[in-house]
């Protein structure tokens, strides 16, 4: 079997996975949401934070929930990194330095996962576990939570309630991402994956010679991480490390893992809002942009030049011979489509036009599918900007799913598309105008500049990989990296909270013949159409300076 061919019944057998846990997965979390009944266990942990689950919240009540579970978070995991050496189980490794436990705290308390350290040199297993497992947890459910939120604003009227975030956070864990990861892992752990707390111990080398490993609870948080959409490895090699991925239908596995929840809550959409048909047309776009996406990943993995690649049977630089190019390619538009961030190869050694096609997939916002809660309010919030456009082009006032949008409604959608290109812009100019940020690149010319941009469109999005050949680990990159990855979540947050409490409050408008058929795929082509060209008119520049000038000179 060619290998082409390969990726290419790999891609298939994913989305059957994949559409066969859409309806009942879909089905699951509509339920979930829309429950008044709370579990024995969810009414103890409402005891223990001094929460009222059944106190509906307008949109500020909602944000200041999010705000402060969020906060609390990273001050919690700031000081877990800087106690490390007295805690038990720190394997002798030391402190973390103030400016990296800065950065790794906001990063996983954001659902980015960006790590400037080696997972397995750095972390002991109680940081590994009460700290990172546990944000990989709350994070993806905080990004569920604020979904939710917005699909209430479009599915209640005369009323700016929301919902309780306590209520939607906590049984986002208990009810959604436990129960998932606890199969998953025990899956993993089926398949090879390591899962102890075993200390440092030497490992003997093919050529001579001993290498110090250490083991961990990596099954479990390698399930949750993909659950999630969250991507922090419990080693540097990330998913392409054996402990974390062992054979092909782990990486299978792993990919169906980062992709099932964020397709799945199309359908729960749907359900909420009272139109399956309208479900199917979000998934209809994300489904398209994704599957592009990897067909053109695989083409330029497997369709470059030269006799390296022929032997090859494509770009084999970067990649693990037990995963292959279309596995490969198939993970990184997966993981970069979603704020996942986890890689089972080296996105830097891709192809120029390759490594463009995963930066470009940060940049789109991670809507196609996205990450966990945050791929669907993103992508909704690009049809509120679609169904706007269309109104301007028949001069009648949009309507999305019998609700206006006016003034209030444009204004949060468009502050919510700003904000991320506007981090990502203006913090990789100043990184490349100043002369000791400039250090930190390995490699000079467009691969250097991509390496930059790549950094920030991945903090920014909440994405969490990485171009390798950028030292990371500076007290410049650990600062600004931190920063853009809090502003990146919780400033689009606010927008999307105050379009969702906007949209509550409005009495429904009956649909007419005038009315823009959001259901229909003229719709779906009109949305896939907003995003790519936005995103082009906003990205094209500095892309051409990247990786589409490095592709065209190879």
């Known amino acids: 079997m060619g290998p082409v061919l390969a990726g290419v019944l790999q891609l298939l057998a994913l989305m059957a996975a994949l559409a066969l846990a859409y309806v009942p997965l879909g089905n699951h979390m509509a339920e979930v949401y829309s429950s008044d009944r709370h579990w024995r266990v969810e009414k103890w942990i409402y005891r223990g934070i001094g929460a009222d689950p059944d106190t509906e919240m307008r949109w500020p009540a909602y944000l200041r929930g999010v705000l402060a579970f969020s906060v609390v978070g990273v001050l919690f995991l700031y000081l877990l990194q800087r106690l490390q050496g007295v805690l038990p189980g720190s394997l002798g490794f030391t402190s973390i330095d103030p400016d990296q436990a800065f950065n790794t705290a906001a990063s996983f308390v954001t659902n980015t996962n960006w790590q400037s350290y080696y997972g397995e040199q750095a972390m002991g297993h109680v940081v590994q576990t009460a700290g990172l497992a546990v944000q990989n947890f709350v994070s993806a459910a905080v990004g569920i939570a604020v979904a939710v ?22 049984r986002s864990v208990t009810r959604v991402l436990l129960p998932m990861s606890v199969v998953a892992a025990i899956v993993l752990v089926a398949c090879g994956v390591v899962q102890n707390f075993s200390g440092i111990h030497e490992v003997g080398q093919f050529m001579g010679g001993d290498q110090q490993w250490n083991g961990g609870a990596v099954a479990s948080q390698e399930a949750i991480k993909e659950i999630g959409t969250n991507g922090g490895g419990y080693f540097s090699a990330n998913s392409a490390h054996p402990f974390e991925n062992p054979t092909p239908f782990t990486n299978l596995f792993e990919i169906f893992l980062l992709l099932v929840i964020p397709f799945s ?27 592009g996406f990897v067909a053109l990943m695989m083409w330029t993995e497997f369709a470059h030049h030269g006799p390296a690649f022929d032997i090859a049977g494509g ?3 970067g990649k693990e ?21 986890a890689v089972d190869s080296s996105h830097s050694s891709f192809t120029g036009l390759g490594g463009g096609i995963a930066l470009l997939g940060m940049q789109l916002g991670e809507i196609a599918p996205g990450g966990t809660g945050s791929g669907l309010y993103g992508m909704l919030v690009m049809a509120v900007i679609a169904v706007f456009i269309a109104g301007l082009m028949v001069g009648r006032t949009p309507e999305y799913l019998g609700k206006k949008i006016g003034t209030r409604e444009i204004k949060s959608a468009a502050c919510y598309l700003l904000v991320t290109p506007a981090l990502v812009l203006v913090l990789t100019a100043a990184a490349m105008a100043l002369p000791t940020p400039a250090h930190s690149m390995t490699n000079s010319g467009a691969h250097g500049f991509s390496e930059i941009l790549y950094a920030y469109s991945s903090a920014a999005n909440n994405n969490g990989s990485a171009f390798a050949g950028l030292n990371a680990d500076t007290q410049w990159f650990n600062t600004t990296l931190g920063l853009a990855m809090v502003l990146g979540r919780f400033l689009p947050m606010v927008f999307v909270l105050a379009l969702a409490g906007s949209l509550a409050e409005q009495q429904p408008t009956p649909a007419t013949a005038g009315t823009l058929r959001t259901e229909k795929p003229l719709f779906t082509g009109l949305l896939v159409g ?16 990247g990786p589409l000038a ?5």
């Open 530 to 545: 907003a995003i790519l060209i936005i995103t082009g008119l906003t990205y094209f520049p500095a892309l051409a300076l």
């Open 149 to 170: 939120a917005l699909v209430r604003g479009f599915a209640r009227s005369r009323t700016g309630e929301l919902g309780n975030f306590w209520s939607d956070m906590v």
């Open 315 to 317: 770009a084999m630089e």
């Open 321 to 341: 011979t037990r995963i292959g190019v279309g596995a490969s390619s198939i993970f990184a538009v997966s993981t970069t489509l979603t704020s996942t961030g």
């Open 550 to 554: 490095e592709g065209l000179a190879s």
């Open 265 to 291: 809550l199309t359908r729960t959409f749907g359900l909420m809002v009272g139109s399956v048909k309208q479900g199917y047309a979000i998934l209809a776009a994300m489904s398209t942009i994704w599957v």
